[in-house]
């Protein structure tokens, strides 16, 4: 029987799926098969709609650095709609060529650069794409960058643009890794699968914050890795793991209230794209919970893991 163990996001994700497992990492043969109704929530490149939106993006901003309002508009749905940094709206593709007409107008040699960082399903031939946006204007020294979250639907076999949304993240809200320097010192967690031992610590120049992890069961290593967590150049938080199996993974972070969220994707050894949603609660100081949710393995939608707690043993 082929099992796989769901490494994502942060390292105790791992240590849930082998805690509450008793040692035993999830079966993909034991996990239910997928119901038509769920086929929307599979993973975007499931419908095409990655590559798909990779390559519409690509073309608009290509017509963008070409001035040509008409053919980057044309990468718009005839109702599609643009809210901008400014909460200024632009409904409809007309309007949108004309917007962009008198931008090239006053800007003839304006460029954009997009930077896709996620896409996922929504339902059939819906999708969402979040990113960054880099615009640069003549006669500046460098570009102006916002975020973007936009809406793709399946028109004609293209992915075009239903609702795209920027803004400018505000310097005092965002997020870095000195808001997570709270999990630095030493932490323990138990369960069936053995003992979780983990260890959070920031490098020399506290730019990012390094972390090994041990899971070991009658006095041997069932599991152990590293991870990464720091400050992504496109905004917010980002974190990169390793894993003694070959298992890599990456995880894009975000708060919410006192919870934080992480959106992970990753690929084990044989080649099986997992991914997870993992949601991570502090109790207090000295204690948080983690629980693994939206897990998926090449397609196969896997229940979530109950939330396990973890318990600081020193600063």
């Not at 990779?54 to 070409?66: H, M, Q």
């Not at 009658?218 to 496109?234: C, E, F, H, L, M």
Request: no cysteine; net charge negative.
């Amino acid at each position: 029987m082929k099992r796989h163990r769901m490494i994502l996001g942060l390292v105790v994700a791992v240590s849930a799926a082998v805690l509450v497992s008793g040692g035993r990492a999830p079966s993909l043969t034991n996990a239910p098969a997928a119901q038509p109704e769920k086929a929307a929530a599979q993973p975007a490149k499931a419908d095409g709609a990655e590559a798909g939106i990779k390559k519409i993006t690509a073309e608009y901003a290509k017509a963008f650095n070409a001035a040509d309002a008409k053919a980057a508009a044309a990468l718009w749905t005839d109702e599609g709609e643009y809210v901008g940094a400014d909460d200024e709206t632009v409904t409809g593709r007309a309007a949108i060529e004309k917007s962009l007409a008198e931008l090239f107008k006053e800007h003839p040699k304006a460029t954009v650069d997009v930077q896709i960082e996620s896409v996922r399903l929504i339902g059939r031939g819906t999708a969402s794409a979040e990113g960054v946006v880099r615009l640069k204007l003549p006669g500046t020294e460098s570009a102006v960058e916002s975020r973007y979250t936009a809406l793709h639907v399946l028109e004609d076999g293209v992915w075009r643009a239903a609702s795209v949304r920027e803004w400018v993240p505000d310097p005092a809200t965002e997020v870095t890794p000195q808001h997570l320097e709270w999990l630095v010192g030493d932490w323990t967690a138990k369960g069936e699968g053995g003992e979780l031992k983990l260890t959070y610590a920031w490098d020399e120049n506290k730019v990012f914050i390094n972390s090994k992890y041990t899971i070991t069961k009658d006095g041997k290593t069932v599991s152990s890795g590293t991870q990464i967590i720091g400050r992504n150049p496109a905004g917010g938080l980002r974190s990169w793991m390793f894993d003694s199996s070959g298992t890599t993974s990456d995880a894009v972070w975000v708060r919410d209230g006192k919870r934080w969220i992480n959106d992970a994707t990753g690929v084990l050894p044989d080649g099986t794209e997992i991914s997870s949603v993992n949601v991570l609660i502090p109790l207090g100081p000295d204690s948080f919970t983690w629980q693994t949710t939206d897990r998926e393995a090449d397609d196969v939608p896997l229940p979530a893991l109950p939330p396990i707690k973890v318990t600081r043993v020193k600063k």
